[in-house]
Nanobody, 130 residues
Framework: QLQLVESGGGLVEPGGSLRLSCTAS????????VGWFRQAPGKEREGVLC????????YYADSVKGRFTFSRDNAKNTVYLQMNSLRPSDTAVYYC???????????????????????WGQGIQVTVSS
């Protein structure tokens, strides 16, 4: 059974940091394209960061550039989203997702269309508030 499980969310003050983890089971995450998405109340799910493959291009949404970074630990079958300088506007449920690798030139388009990713975690709440 293919599964993604997020962890690391919670409540943080503005300006603080969190690191989300996404661990896969049933498949090798390093062989897939990965995306981090988020959905705030009343808003559509938006792509935060996507990478087209194990050595592919990375796309960052403008709202998180310079603050969020992606990393992976293949030995742990886990990817991470490091979130720094958090703002109240970052408050949302965060999801990791995976799909088959695709050409690097498509990374922005794939990130803009959440249903393009086949496998999803259950989501984890991140709340930025004082």
């Amino acid at each position: 059974q293919l599964q993604l499980v997020e962890s690391g969310g919670g409540l943080v003050e503005p300006g603080g940091s969190l690191r989300l983890s996404c661990t896969a089971s049933g498949f090798t995450l390093g062989h897939y394209a990965v995306g981090w998405f988020r959905q705030a109340p009343g808003k559509e799910r938006e792509g935060v960061l996507c990478i087209s493959g194990s050595e592919g291009s990375t796309y960052y949404a403008d709202s998180v550039k310079g603050r969020f970074t992606f990393s992976r630990d293949n030995a742990k079958n886990t990817v991470y989203l490091q979130m720094n300088s958090l703002r109240p506007s970052d408050t949302a449920v965060y999801y990791c997702a995976a799909t088959s690798q695709y050409p690097s030139s498509y990374v922005q388009a794939m990130c803009a269309h959440a249903p393009s990713h086949e496998y999803w975690g259950q989501g984890i709440q991140v709340t930025v508030s004082s």
